[in-house]
């Protein structure tokens, strides 16, 4: 398997643009998590999806932050407007049910300028 | 509430040398703990696990974590470190039925470094 996947890996852009990260999460995985790491505030769960659901939202920063899992195999997570604070490090992660072992993505470096 | 702590935010040691990378708990009800480790510019890669039984658990690159209920600490442990070794080292617990079962709550990381 070629592990979980994620789009792009570098993102540079201009304060107030949209931005779309993108995971594929690794076949047969029940559950997909976007987490954001930043030197200041460390590793963060922002959103994780099961049977591509939403379950747990609740440290996604603000309502500039959204997440969809449309189908199994992929979800995506959208900052609009981006601002220069949100410049970090995003992870996608998945398992599969009964297992705790997550398989992390390579990450999408953000920098918002 | 579930949480994490790692004391340290740097580890030295020379290479050859025992390594210990430390990490307590907090949780309500048996814990699940987890290390992961993060190479430059990677994603964080499972090292080891303990869910229950022997109180030392052994993992990936020769490493191995000793789980001490009485002290909540799960330390990451190597008898003879290797500079290949240097990375960010994540402690994590599975947060309880309440707080999410399926989620997981990383410490805030510690980065060892092997010297030559």
């Known amino acids: 398997d070629a592990g979980v996947i994620q789009s792009p890996r570098h993102e540079v852009t201009e304060m107030g643009q949209e931005v779309t990260l993108r995971c594929k999460p690794i076949?047969?995985?029940?559950?997909l998590f976007w987490y954001r790491q930043t030197m200041m505030r460390g590793l963060e769960l922002l959103i994780y999806f099961n049977n591509n659901v939403p379950i747990d939202d609740s440290g996604m920063p603000e309502d500039r932050f959204s997440a969809k899992m449309p189908n199994a195999s992929f979800s995506t997570l959208k900052i609009q407007p981006s601002e220069p604070r949100d410049s970090a490090v995003y992870f996608c992660?998945?398992?599969?049910?009964?297992?705790?072992?997550?398989?992390f993505g390579e990450g999408s470096r953000l920098t918002v300028l | 509430a579930q949480s994490v702590a790692q004391p340290e935010d740097q580890v030295n040691v020379a290479e050859g040398n025992p390594l210990t990378v430390k990490c307590t708990y907090s949780v309500s009800g048996n814990p699940y703990l987890f290390w992961y480790v993060q190479y430059p510019n990677r994603g964080l890669q499972f090292l080891l696990k303990?869910?229950?039984?022997?109180?030392l658990v052994k993992g990936s690159y020769g490493f191995e974590a000793e789980f001490n209920k009485s002290q909540t600490s799960f330390h990451l442990k190597k008898p003879s470190a290797l500079v290949s070794d240097s990375a960010l080292y994540f402690c994590a617990v599975r947060a309880s039925r309440s707080g999410g079962y399926n989620k997981l709550i990383f410490g805030a990381g510690t980065r060892l470094a092997v010297h030559p």
């Open positions: 992660a998945s398992k599969s049910e009964g297992s705790g072992e997550l398989f």
């Open positions: 303990y869910i229950t039984g022997d109180n």
């Open positions: 076949s047969g995985h029940d559950y």
